[in-house]
């Protein structure tokens, strides 16, 4: 293993250490506009233009929805009732913004590189994370066994979303490029383990109008609850339906690459209520201690196993995001070992309607902000 490699990656998850290249930052298809909102009164609205509809109406017709992915006039894209600069955001706990602020200072808020900003996992309670070694730099990716350490719901709230909220960047493409400046939406990633604690979640995220969508993180290999969750198609109709119900907001379910029948995990977000769908996560891995003379081997990782991220991914994001489009009618966010523009393009060529960046922005915090521009020059 090469420890000076994962510590440089450490580092830089910190926010500290970074080499003095990336301390200068650059430049010194489907749509939901019809996304619902049902519940709390019985009545739904539409994000996008506000419409009352009586309960029970449910989503949007396709005919009343923007095109997929459509840019608009003023060169920004509509995302499930969202106004967004371009087409790539972060993928949930790769970007942390108080720790690049501490590297970037104001350069980082003058050129935001994400048209959406995705918390890390927050669950109800405080998370110590799993025990350390956390980390394993595999020969095509990360190996990541962190366990979801954050703060907790409440220190959430009351410290992040205030200074989440105020982001905004650059609208890359159409006649305001450059000039135009748009909001950044906050996106918070949630989990609990029983759909009691993510009912929680949702109607705690529903009361922060800082907050703009929620993602259910149904997904992450390191909590044995969530896999079981988003492997199970009935289970996860009933957990997103029973969220549903309690934002209007749009709602975003992650889901696992390690279910037998990924589009059908998808279909079954989609019936609970989903207005997107979001994937692939990590994919579970295991790292072993080295070799040693009458010695057994065991797992390097201090909880076992881990997920696997970054470009060992790429192939396998670019199968399930395809199986996945062709399968649900809500919109996909793509991500899965993206680091350059061709990649995003492929992901949205394989009928992604966003891209997320993950592991890449770790090695370089200013790739998105390329890619935005590079698709935004393309008409993307």
């Known amino acids: 293993m090469r420890l000076r490699s994962v510590f440089r990656v450490r580092r830089a998850e910190a926010g500290r250490g970074l080499p003095a290249r990336v301390r200068r930052w650059p430049g010194d298809r489907r749509s939901c506009a019809g996304a619902r909102a049902r519940g709390r009164g019985g009545a739904s609205v539409s994000a996008a233009d506000g419409a009352t509809r009586a309960p029970g109406s449910g989503r949007a017709r396709a005919d009343e929805r923007a095109a997929p992915g459509a840019r608009e006039g003023a060169g920004t894209v509509e995302f499930c009732g969202l106004r967004l600069a371009h087409r790539v955001i972060n993928g949930s706990g790769t970007f942390d913004v108080v720790a690049a602020r501490a590297v970037f200072g104001a350069a980082l808020d003058e050129r935001f590189p994400f048209a959406a900003y995705v918390s890390k996992t927050i669950t109800l309670e405080p998370r110590a994370g799993n025990p350390p070694p ?37 609208v890359p493409a159409g006649p305001a490029a450059g000039t135009s400046r748009v909001a950044v939406p906050l996106v918070t990633n949630v989990m609990g383990s029983t759909a009691e604690e993510l009912v929680e979640l ?68 989609q019936a609970g209520g989903a207005d997107a769908v979001s994937l692939i996560n990590t994919l579970r891995a295991m790292a072993l201690t080295p070799p040693a003379r009458g010695e057994r081997r065991h797992p390097w990782l201090g909880g076992g196993t881990g997920g ?44 992604a309607a966003l891209v997320a960046v993950g592991t890449e922005n770790f090695r370089d915090p200013a790739a998105a902000a390329r890619i935005a521009r590079d698709l935004a020059e393309t008409g993307l």
């Open 308 to 351: 696997l991220s970054g470009p060992a991914l790429r192939t396998v994001a670019l199968a399930q995001v395809a199986a996945v489009a062709e399968s649900v009618s809500v919109p996909v966010i793509g991500m899965g070992g993206v680091e350059n523009t061709a990649h995003a393009r492929d992901l949205i060529d394989a009928g």
């Open 134 to 170: 956390r980390l394993w730099e595999a020969a095509q990716g990360l190996i990541n066994s962190i366990g979801l350490p954050n703060k907790g719901l409440e220190a959430y709230m009351d410290e992040d979303v205030p200074a989440l909220a105020s982001l905004t960047t650059e």
């Open 202 to 269: 949702v109607d705690a995220c529903h009361e922060r109008a800082e907050i703009s969508a929620v993602e259910l993180n149904v997904s992450c290999p390191n909590v044995k609850t969530g896999l079981d969750i988003g492997a199970d198609p009935v289970l996860l109709e009933h957990v997103v339906r029973a969220t549903r119900e309690r934002t209007s907001k749009p709602l975003v379910v992650k889901l696992t690459p390690n279910a037998a029948d990924v589009p059908a995990c998808a279909r079954a977000a």
